[in-house]
């Protein structure tokens, strides 16, 4: 079975610009969650999705950041415009509702670097 | 509010020694608690989590961890470090919601010595 998978692994723009990303969550997972950890910092939640919609957004930094997850599959989260303080590592998890204690599984992450 | 505290960022053990990363945890209702590793270039995989089913918790990897209410701790161990223990480790509380969100302690990056 395949894990979570996330694209593009890297991504390198400059300030002012967009960028989107994109989380493949295991299929059947209904959960889909959205986590950022920048230079030094700890991980941190940004948001929850259960199927399409958004159980719980208040990570989102501010309003520059757009979560999506039409259809209630893959789900995209763009960076718009994109400021130096966004730069670091975007993770995506995802879990069975209501299933083994919460256990999330991650992905891979993308490394976003903001010049 | 759930909150977890790992005490030191770095920590150097030398190949065969014990591993010990300590974590402490606060939590309004009885947590649910996790470790969790990312090796370099790789995400992050769950090494073992706290349910309430049992206080001393077997992970992958010849890792376990001890629940102690009294000291609200979750420390790790294992007894005898392998180079490939090389990675950061994350200690997790999960929120008191169904599905709630994972709130992460800010990494111990373990370093093997030879």
């Known amino acids: 079975e395949a894990g979570v998978t996330q694209f593009p692994s890297h991504s390198v723009i400059e300030k002012g610009q967009t960028v989107t990303l994109r989380c493949d969550p295991i299929s059947g997972h209904d959960n889909l969650y959205w986590y950022r950890r920048v230079m030094g910092k700890e991980i941190k939640f940004l948001l929850h999705f259960v199927k399409e919609s958004k159980q719980d957004e208040s990570g989102m930094p501010n309003n520059r950041f757009l979560a999506e997850r039409t259809g209630g599959t893959y789900s995209t989260l763009k960076v718009q415009p994109a400021e130096l303080e966004d730069s670091g590592v975007y993770f995506c998890a995802s879990s069975q509702v209501g299933r083994a204690r919460n256990e999330q599984f991650f992905g891979p992450g993308t490394r976003l670097t903001v010049l | 509010a759930q909150s977890v505290t790992q005490l030191g960022s770095h920590v150097s053990v030398s190949e065969g020694a014990l591993v010990l990363l300590r974590c402490n945890y606060s939590s309004s209702v009885p947590p649910y608690l996790f470790w969790y590793v990312q090796y370099p270039n790789q995400g992050l995989q769950l090494l073992l989590k706290?349910?309430?089913?049992?206080?001393l918790v077997k992970g992958i990897n010849g890792f376990e961890a001890e629940f102690k209410k009294s000291e609200t701790s979750f420390h790790l161990t294992k007894p005898s470090a392998h180079m490939s223990d090389a990675a950061e480790y994350f200690c997790?509380?999960?929120?008191?919601?169904?599905?709630?969100?994972?709130?992460f302690g800010k990494g111990t990056r373990l370093h093997i010595l030879p």
């Open positions: 997790a509380v999960s929120g008191s919601r169904r599905d709630d969100k994972i709130i």
């Open positions: 706290y349910t309430s089913a049992a206080t």
